[in-house]
């Protein structure tokens, strides 16, 4: 973390000196996931809710990391994520 490091405090006579250390706390889901029905053909939205806004998610699909594209868009508002799937084929489940 940037903020960690010494630091100290000088009174022009004397000078102390700590070392901070900061422990990064994980990113754990405050919503999971929920099971998704849609349409052939039609948009499904997969939707979980991060502990740290904006910390970085990756979703994956059979253990397939997925790439952002037409059919797969990926949103990442505050701590909300969510993966919009276009054209939902049965291929897809």
């Known amino acids: 973390a940037q903020d960690a490091g010494d630091y100290t405090c000088d009174s022009g006579d004397q000078q102390t ?13 405050n919503k999971e996931l929920r099971n998704v029905e849609a ?8 939707r979980c809710e991060i502990s740290r806004p904006d910390a970085p998610v990756e979703w994956r699909k059979g253990g397939v990391v997925i790439e952002p594209s037409d059919k797969y868009e990926v949103k990442l508002k505050g701590s909300i994520a969510e993966l919009i799937i276009h054209g939902v084929e049965p291929d897809d489940c």
């Open 17 to 29: 000196t700590a070392s901070l250390q900061v422990k990064v706390l994980p990113v754990l889901f």
């Open 39 to 46: 349409e052939e053909g039609g948009t499904a939205v997969l």
